[in-house]
């Protein structure tokens, strides 16, 4: 039995409707002692999953809201216990005296993410369907929030389990004619399985090769905006981001440090680093920040390379750009068009240049249509791809065992040589679903919920 928690599910912000829950054995019980139906019923009365009006009241019988409480018991809950939810008025201060008057009737704070931690454990939701909840609520894209609904629904699940199923089976098949040699069962060859691990093999690899789109769905495209000192490279930051993110001067160096904002260009959500001018100086600060600067051009998936439109283009440009070709995605933007015009297109080894102001804002809709041409609709929104790294590096550990013991198949090692590695593929994909994973990777995990989910 676990005990009764209650927290706010909504948050502390004001609000027209801010929801109190509760999740546990008791929790009917408890919600009795501080709210009144209008019916003059108790709530275990009410049927599930239907509102009804009431008074919430404290300890001594004062009235702290008029509002709706839902009752829905286990199993067939959240939590996959009984749950009570009192939809308040939402005031900060009626939320906070109504958690108050639960406590004191019994119920405890809920940590943080306990509530999905209990459906996890009640098995309502297998991990990869918990995890998939906190990407739900911080998504900040609608792709991102279809993808996290998709995997909520189990989509990622359902790619996972039979793979896990069948490493399972060849375990279990081996395990069975060691225990019980003289029960009538079909003898154990590695040799018929082969084919099963190969496939599960490929299956996961396949799987594993989703992870750089489906890391760009939940984190948004990495973008490094780099050129030579003074060429606009800050006042680009600051238009693209609506506001004076960046000092911009007259003063080539200014920027001696990277500096970072995430903005939506088009339907695609960039993290952009302005980085300091990549030239060659003496200035121990400023070849510190140029150093940071290629190191966020080598790790961004996308550059945008900016020069100054108005001046011919310099040997620095050209450094610059040969840096830029390397790059997995890359744009140029022909800076200070509102100037004039000594940069052309056809000047640049780009395979798309854009005439840009990062004063006017010319040239910003283009920028915004490239990008997306670039990163919009690449991505499978469903839920079926890898977009967590914990889990991407337990299938990544499971492939390689699996790598491994199709290897100790082919070099003709026994059995239970084999199966060591088989397991420990088996364990691996368990701590994406949540199957054998330990209690500190569980704790670990819901520390990134909210309280009251």
Known sequence: MYHTIAAVSTGNQVSAIGILRLSGDDCIAVSDKVFTLNSKKSLSELPDRRLSIGTLHDKQGRVIDQCMAVVSR?????????????HCHGSPAVLAAGLEALYLAGARPAQRGEFTKRAFLNGKLDLTQAEAVIDLIEADTADAAANAAGQVAGRLQKKLAPIYDSLVDICSHFHAVLDYPDEDIDDFGLDNYSGTLRRDAKALYDLLQ???????LRQGVSAAIVGRPNVGKSSLLNALAGCDRVIVTDIPGTTRDTVEETVMVGSTRLRLTDTAGIRETQDTLEAMGVERSRRALENADLVIFVC??????????????D???????????INKSDLGSAVQPSDLPFMTVIPVSAVTGEGLEQLADAVDVLFAGQVPCDGSILTNPRQYDACRRAYEAMLRAMQGLTLGQTPDAVLTDVEEAMEAMGEVTGATVREDITARIFERFCVGK
Do not use: K, M
Not at 74 to 86: C, L, M, R, W
């Open 74 to 86: 286990g199993p067939h809950s959240y939590t996959g216990e009984d749950t009570v939810e009192f």
């Open 210 to 216: 989703t992870y750089g789109q489906g890391r760009i």
């Open 308 to 321: 100054d439109g108005s001046v011919p283009l310099t040997d620095e440009d050209r450094q610059i750009i």
């Open 323 to 333: 840096l830029c070709l390397d790059a997995p995605n890359a744009v140029a933007l």
